[in-house]
């Protein structure tokens, strides 16, 4: 049987009814999810630990570093790693463990649900059940997510860490890929189809952590912005902009009503001689062309990064921390590089 270490950290998976509250909380246990779940233990020789019992939304860069650390001496003695976590910032931690782990040569899963285990309409077992049995059937390795595919109980899909978005906030079918296609169905029974898989090559594993110190920001751009918002970033170490449409911000002023845009370009343009700005786009399929507009030349002239990228803003948030705290020196090159499967350089025609 393989070896198969379930690492608890909290979210609507390890969450009942508090009936003094009437609101959910994560309360259980490690322990108590495996008797809820007792055929994980057919499926795979399990063992499992808590580490946190915490809602994902109050994550930060360190438990990013200390679930890599648990990981990396887990899997010293087992063949894969399950790691329960809410759903709400799990594309974040996806992408952060993809990262630390650089030669990941095992799997990794994040399994969360969208309802909570003590309901009879929960999706914590068939989550949990198919990363166990995808792990026993495949030499899958890298991180993935495992969530259910549709509405029914039927299969689930694993997903690909850093193309893959919460796209909904209550359906059990919630996570989605992005400009690419899931890795893998997955049955109860342990009934495997590949869909989109290419092996890289192994790798020496080895934890890459990212400095707790930082602060990169994200924001968001929309009408009616003011510089003022942006000003707080020139003592970040790092920006994300989430630019409409092709990666766009107001910019530009064209009458008497947009003067406060001219204030947000020379902000923009004061924090990009201080720190790495990259734009994204709140479209989220597709990729950034700055080329188009005139406005979108003018932020490449001034070093807005992220030109023609196709990266999950979430990602590179992520990986823009991850680059400040490995390749401080090389994060202009290599925010543009596809390290992880976050970039594809060509987005298949189904997306575009
Ligand atoms: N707020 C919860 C969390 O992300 C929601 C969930 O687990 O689905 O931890």
Redesign the pocket.
């Known amino acids: 049987m393989k070896k198969v270490s379930i690492l608890h950290t ?4 390890s ?1 009942k009814v508090d009936y003094k509250t009437g609101g959910v909380v ?1 309360k259980y246990t490690d322990k108590d999810i495996l008797s809820m779940f007792p055929e994980l233990r057919e499926i795979v020789k399990i063992k499992s630990r808590l580490i946190r019992n ?4 109050d994550m930060n860069f360190k438990h990013y570093n200390l679930l890599a650390k648990e990981i990396f001496k887990e899997l010293k003695n087992s063949d894969g790693v399950i790691i329960t ?6 594309h974040y931690s996806a992408a952060a463990l993809s990262f630390i782990l650089e030669g990941l040569d095992k799997p990794i899963l994040l399994v ?3 309802r909570s285990s003590d309901r009879g309409s929960s999706d914590a077992g068939l989550n949990l059940i198919c990363a166990a049995q995808f792990i026993k059937n495949s030499d899958f390795f890298g991180v993935g997510i495992c969530m259910h595919e549709g509405m029914s109980d039927e299969n689930c899909l694993i997903l690909p860490a850093v193309k893959t978005r919460k796209l909904h906030s209550s359906r059990r079918d919630a996570f989605k890929v992005v400009n690419d296609s899931a890795i893998a169905r997955v049955n109860r029974y342990g009934k495997v189809e590949f869909l989109n898989y290419t092996k890289r090559e192994k790798g020496k594993l080895e934890l890459k952590l990212i400095n707790e110190k930082l602060k990169v920001g994200l924001i968001k751009s929309r009408p009616n912005m003011f510089a003022t918002e942006l000003k707080i970033y020139e003592k970040y170490d790092g920006l994300i902009l989430e630019g409409t449409g092709l990666g766009h911000f107001p910019i530009t002023k064209i009458d008497n009503f947009t003067s406060e845009n001219k204030r947000t370009f020379d902000e923009i343009k004061k924090i990009t001689k201080k720190i790495p700005v990259v734009m994204t786009t709140q479209c989220l399929f597709g990729r950034v062309n700055m080329n188009v507009y005139s406005p979108g030349r003018e932020l490449i002239k001034i070093g807005v990064l992220g030109n023609q990228l196709d990266m999950l803003p979430e990602v590179a948030y992520v990986k823009l921390a991850w680059l400040l705290s490995n390749h401080k020196k090389e994060v202009r090159e290599l925010i543009g590089e596809n390290l992880r499967g976050e970039i594809n350089h060509r987005i298949k025609d189904e997306f575009l």
Not at 10 to 13: A, C, I, P, S, V
Not at 54 to 57: E, K, P, Q
Not at 85 to 90: F, P
């Open positions: 909290g979210g609507t998976l969450s994560a915490m809602s994902s939304d976590h809410g759903t709400d910032t799990m969360g649900a969208q």
